[in-house]
């Protein structure tokens, strides 16, 4: 009867016994052949993975437990990891484990309860490389402003890659492409995208990579979630732009990219500026530029033309000094004289006031002596003040000298005006052709006659 074991023993007691492995072979293939395959639900519990990659672990409800068997080849097929504690739903036949006689499930398939086994797969993988750290926003590297080469993996004939490949030379037809065709659907695609990852690597013209495919479902995108993938976004030297699916859709390669793109055509507006918004800017700059240019020039005329009109004559300053000298030197000339005939009167005053001859020679030699000594010491004093006030007057000298504008025209420079109205001439837009300037150098004038002229700016 259906669901019920039914054993080829006989009831009587009988003096042959089978061996244990006997009874084990027979309860076994009673197993195997009255109990057809169950899709058998619980929680996983002391879940291991053997050398052999054979996965071994315990399935238990509240009241129950069995040991579980999945081997190598449907280990493979599995999606998402086996964790302790996962609630999951199992699909295989019963049997007996004839070493140690214990009742085994063999199981072929295993999927998780709540979440679907991609999306459970999805959110593990996520995980584990996020605490590895391949996520790290310090890890993501900026695009460069304008590149000259793209790389792009994708499939070809895919509308993606037209999208991209219009957009891309709509906005700056000087672009060159380099495609590195791959799969990105079903098995192998993912091996096909690391590929051709290594290979636009290898070749080194792109300066950015797009990553991507057009929308589609889990299973359609689940290339993009391998783990392979994230790891050779990340080992790229190239910055890598993932553009996988629609806005809603997110893969592992999104987050292991240095940029995500919504869509594969907002991978490529978000790679390559519009060719036409740069001139644009370029001219608004310029623009800016040449205003801030003219206002600075007119500002350093304005300066030179105060300057000028402050000091027309260079050597007016010295002539000043000069002056100034000559009155102090006059000056101190006529105040050594007046001090010399003070002295005398007060000489001749004293000699008037001596009667005797005797003292009065006695005295005439004594006040000789004494006027002697004094003017000595005048003629000391005066001298000392003389070389005084010529080195003060030879130090101001020197200093106006330091800053004359003859010291520039005696490095080679020159002074130009123009002869009609002596104005200074410091561009070429002040003068016309035929037009006399007059040219003050050094050492002497010239006069010229100007026979062409040309703009530096």
Not at 183 to 210: C, M, P, S, T, Y
Not at 348 to 372: D, E, Y
Request: net charge positive; glycine share 6%.
């Amino acid at each position: 009867m259906a669901g019920q074991l039914e054993f080829g023993l006989s009831r009587k007691r009988e003096r042959v016994a089978l061996t244990v492995t006997q009874l084990v072979r027979v309860v076994r293939e009673t197993l195997e052949t009255q109990i057809d395959e169950y899709w058998v639900s619980g929680e996983v519990s002391n879940a291991r993975r053997a050398p052999s990659n054979h996965l071994y672990f315990t399935l238990k409800d509240a009241r129950s437990a069995i040991n579980v068997v999945m081997f190598n080849t449907a280990a493979r097929r599995l999606q998402f990891r086996l964790e302790d504690g996962m609630r999951v739903v199992m699909r295989g036949r019963v049997s007996l484990y004839e070493t140690r006689g214990a009742l085994q499930f063999y199981a072929e398939e295993v999927e998780p309860r709540g979440l679907g086994a991609l999306q459970l797969a999805f959110e593990q993988l996520r995980e584990r490389l996020k605490q590895e750290g391949l996520f790290d926003a310090a890890l993501k590297r900026p695009l460069p402003l304008l590149p000259r080469t793209v790389g792009i993996v994708t499939a070809l004939g895919s509308a993606a890659l037209r999208d991209m490949m219009r957009l891309l030379f709509d906005r700056f037809p000087n672009l060159q492409v380099i495609i590195a065709p791959s799969a990105v659907q079903g098995a192998g695609a993912a091996a096909g995208i690391v590929r051709a990852l290594e290979d636009l690597n290898h070749d080194g013209r792109a300066e950015v990579i797009i990553v991507g495919r057009g929308g589609g479902s889990l299973e359609d995108l689940w290339p993009f979630n391998e783990e392979i993938v994230a790891r050779a976004i990340r080992r790229s030297r190239i910055p890598v732009v993932s553009a996988v699916g629609h806005e809603i859709d997110y893969t592992i390669a999104d987050f292991a990219a240095d940029l995500r793109a919504p869509t594969p055509s907002a991978a490529a507006q978000l790679t390559v500026p519009d060719k036409a918004d740069l001139r644009r800017r370029i001219d608004q700059l310029h623009g800016a530029m040449a205003t801030a240019l003219r206002a600075a020039l007119a500002a350093q005329r304005r300066q030179v033309a105060h300057l000028g009109s402050r000091m027309r004559d260079p050597h007016a300053p010295i002539r000043d000094s000069r002056q100034r000298l000559d009155e102090a030197a006059a000056a101190l000339a006529r105040a050594c004289a007046a001090q010399s005939a003070s002295r005398r009167a007060l000489l001749r005053q004293l000699a008037t006031r001596l009667t005797s001859p005797l003292a009065i020679g006695a005295a005439t030699g004594l006040r000789r002596n004494a006027v002697r000594t004094l003017q000595e010491r005048l003629w000391r004093a005066l001298r000392s003040r003389r070389d005084a006030v010529r080195a003060r007057l030879n130090s101001d000298m020197q200093r106006l000298d330091a800053v004359s504008p003859l010291r520039v025209l005696d490095r080679g420079y020159a002074v130009v005006t123009r002869r009609l109205d002596a104005a200074v001439v410091t561009d070429v837009r002040q003068v016309e052709v035929d037009d006399e300037i007059g040219v003050r150098l050094a050492n002497g004038r010239l006069l010229a006659r100007i026979l062409t002229k040309s703009q530096d700016r």
